[in-house]
């Protein structure tokens, strides 16, 4: 009997830690990589890798997924690339949680924000949930061709807390940040592997109207931070701006 499922012999392995590639085999036992090296046992599938790259994949941590990934299995052109992971939801821009009458408004921030047409997300997006914890649930109806890991989008959580005043960049009231501060914890307490917020004065709707996260004021962004800490998981990423507009107001 074999002592390894699968065997990679003699291919030129990157693994990702820094070191020099080297040519190496690569064994595979109940889905683990075991033995790295000269390998001298056998396995029930062999695949000789002589003159090819192996490597353990790639993550892609900047990508707008959000929408296909909950009508497409195969997340192209990602995986035409050999990226194994990607991560969605950044910039701060994504389609949950919401509530049915700001559906449109998120497609049309996305379509100007990552010019993803916003043709192709009302056809696709099934609008299934509501809140992220849903909206998760929803992406794990269907297997995938890559993992993927989402954060939680400040201007989904904005809106879907201050409706329109998230749009015209009122600040929050302290009960309004209290909120997105829970929702934001229950998404990453769901899985959400962390949160984007955008302040980045590129980031438009198609109709030319600046991110509902673009003036959020310190006291927002702290109490959000605050609850995602108090999870002892996740993280929080930023789109910055190095220009300051006129209109910003002052943040409290
Ligand atoms: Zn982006």
Not at 121 to 136: A, D, I, K, R, V
């Amino acid at each position: 009997m074999s002592e390894f499922d699968l065997i990679v012999r003699g291919g030129t392995v990157v693994d990702g830690t820094g070191e020099p590639r080297r040519t190496a085999d690569v064994a595979v036992r109940d889905g683990t990589v075991v033995e790295v090296g000269k390998v001298s046992g056998t396995a029930t599938q062999e695949i000789d890798a002589d003159g090819a790259i192996v490597a353990p994949g790639f993550v892609d941590v900047h990508t707008h997924y959000d929408g296909q990934a909950t009508w497409d299995n195969y997340l192209q052109p990602s995986s035409w690339h050999g990226i194994t992971t990607v991560v969605m939801g950044n910039c701060g821009v994504g389609f949950a949680p919401v509530v049915p009458e700001d559906r449109s408004r998120l497609v049309e921030l996305m379509e100007g924000v990552e010019d993803i047409p916003g043709v192709a997300l009302t056809e696709g997006l099934p609008w299934t949930w509501q809140s992220f914890p849903e909206y998760l649930d929803a992406l794990e109806t269907s297997a995938h061709d890559l993992d993927f890991a989402a954060q939680v989008p400040h201007a989904a959580l904005r809106v879907r807390v201050m409706g329109e005043r998230a749009a015209a960049h009122t600040l929050a009231t302290e009960e309004e940040s209290q909120l997105m501060a829970k929702l934001a914890a229950e998404a990453i307490e769901a899985g959400a592997v962390g949160f984007s917020t955008s302040r980045t004065l590129n980031h438009k709707s198609i109709s030319g109207e600046l991110t509902p996260s673009y003036a959020a004021g310190r006291d927002e962004l702290v109490t959000i931070s605050r609850a995602i800490g108090a999870t002892g998981k996740g993280c929080c990423s930023w789109s910055p701006t190095g220009t300051t507009s006129p209109s910003r107001p002052t943040s409290t």
